[in-house]
């Protein structure tokens, strides 16, 4: 088997989209369009992989962490042909296939790319065009046959009104050898409207030259649309979140409404676990089985134990729980906060930065910040971790089985002991020792009849009319 090698295309402006973003930095269910790419081509085990950046080169490059990637840049940037012949000083002495990908194709399988390499090394030709028949051709370049044979490719700009008739396009994704490729390339000239070099023209060159060129066919068109607008990417969005609803399912998952489910591609979700309408889990997030996601919540780079329950409406980022817990209607829980197994923390919860122990509970209207609470605490409504003194963010400490009433501030850095008790209404400025009681309000007064001697006198008119 010959080396193969990968350059992926990366330097276009991408026009279309309207955007400050590189383009193949704008997300596609979650994830960089460009990483799509890259996963699928690794799949190949290519001998190296070396991406073209330009406009935005800095972005594009510190937004990829993958190990073993080159970089070479286009400036200016004058067309894929162009973009290609960048890379040619790093393959002055290597043999082999070059597999030419876009960054801006996102859903090009492994699979199909490697069939794209078997058909071009058994074919033995000197390139191999992914192609596909499609409904709206407009937009691509087209495939210009004679005889079966391909002759040529056109960009929509230049083709006449019988080639843009043509449906089979050009996907922009080629196998080269690279035996006297890139002589070949420097020979295309800028002949179009566009005044660019266009890297389908070495079709035609290809074909003066005698040198063979064949197709691979798609059946599925999907896997070649790329991405030049807003309106493509949202499209393309919405195959890959069908596709990862489609394959929740598959595995035991139950998705009430798919239409209104955003899963990311990345995300994993356990057997049995029901996801019902207006939910979203993105980046990296991590559900177990047999767990209910009501309406409305979204979790973010999160993992969910077996068996919890997220009533409606959470907003959970970067937070971890465990086996039985419960959130929500309503709960907000972010940057590492942990519910231990059974924990439960209800409506208008805030959590931030903070551990809760295996069953326990806040339930009610509070915020918890910086706190470390142990096992079966109970944590009463309205419920304040005072943890900021306006420079500083201070560690509040509730040990095992203590008991917090409602309406209590807790001004950090403070410890309330194992089995203590604070009192509704307390402001707790100092620690609490285990199995102590503490207070801070003052004794109540009742003043008899107050409310009555503060009313008008009223006048016998008034009496008499009520
Ligand atoms: C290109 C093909 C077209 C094909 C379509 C498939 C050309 C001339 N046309 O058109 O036949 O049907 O893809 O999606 O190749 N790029 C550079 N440097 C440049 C220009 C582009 O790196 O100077 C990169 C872009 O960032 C992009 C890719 O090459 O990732 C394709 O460029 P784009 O301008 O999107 O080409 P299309 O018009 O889509
Ligand atoms: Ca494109």
Aim: glycine content about 10%.
């Amino acid at each position: 088997m010959s080396d193969v090698h990968i350059v992926v295309l990366a330097a276009g402006k991408g026009t279309r989209m309207k955007s400050s973003r590189p383009k193949v930095l704008h997300h596609v269910a979650g994830a960089p369009m460009i990483e799509y790419v890259l996963r699928a081509a690794v799949e190949l085990a290519p001998k190296t992989v070396t991406v073209v950046v330009g406009h935005q080169a800095d972005e594009v490059v510190s937004a990829l962490d993958h190990p073993g990637l080159t970089f070479v840049t286009q400036e200016p940037q004058l067309g894929t042909a162009h973009a290609l012949l960048m890379a040619e000083p790093l393959f002055k002495d290597k043999t082999g296939v070059l597999i030419l990908l876009s960054g801006d194709v996102p859903l090009l399988t492994a699979g199909t790319l490697e069939r794209l390499v078997a058909r071009h090394t058994t074919t033995d030709t000197a390139a191999t065009i992914i192609t596909a028949v499609v409904e709206e051709p407009y937009g691509y370049g087209r495939i210009v046959r004679l005889d079966d044979r391909v002759e040529r490719i056109v960009e929509e700009r230049d083709a006449t009104e019988e080639q843009r008739a043509i449906r089979e396009i050009n996907s922009g994704i080629y196998a080269f050898a690279l035996e006297g490729l890139f002589d070949a390339v420097r020979s295309i000239a800028a002949e179009n409207t566009q005044r660019e070099y266009y890297l389908p023209d070495l079709v035609a060159i290809y074909r003066t030259l005698g040198r063979g060129v064949e197709t691979v066919r798609l059946v599925d068109p999907n896997e070649i649309l790329g991405v030049n607008s807003r309106s493509d990417l949202a499209a393309i969005s919405r195959i890959v979140r069908d596709a990862k609803c489609a394959a929740l399912m598959a595995n035991g998952v139950t998705i009430e409404d798919p239409a209104t489910t955003y899963v990311d591609y990345d995300v994993e979700v356990g057997q049995d676990t029901i996801i019902d309408p207006g939910v979203s889990l993105e980046g990296r997030t991590v559900i177990g089985r047999a767990c209910r996601i009501h309406g409305g919540t979204r979790i973010v780079d999160s993992h969910i134990g077996d068996g919890v329950t997220i009533l409606d409406h959470c907003v959970i980022h970067d937070s971890m729980l465990e086996a039985g817990a419960q959130a929500g209607p309503f709960a907000h829980l972010r940057q590492r906060t942990e519910l231990g197994a059974g924990a439960k923390v209800g409506n208008f919860v805030e959590v931030k930065k903070s551990s809760l122990g295996p069953g326990t509970k806040a339930m009610h209207l509070t915020y918890l910040g910086d706190a470390v609470i142990g096992a079966k605490v109970n944590v009463g409504a309205g419920t304040i971790t005072c943890n900021y003194d306006g420079t500083d963010k201070h560690t509040t400490t509730i040990e095992d089985g203590a008991f917090i009433g409602s309406d209590t501030q807790l001004i950090a850095p403070v410890t309330v002991g194992q089995e203590a008790y604070v009192g509704t209404g307390t402001t707790v400025r100092e620690n609490v020792p285990p199995g102590a009681l503490a207070v801070s309000a003052g004794k109540q007064r009742n003043i008899d009849g107050w409310v009555q001697a503060r009313k008008k006198p009223r006048t016998e008119v008034e009496a008499k009319r009520s």
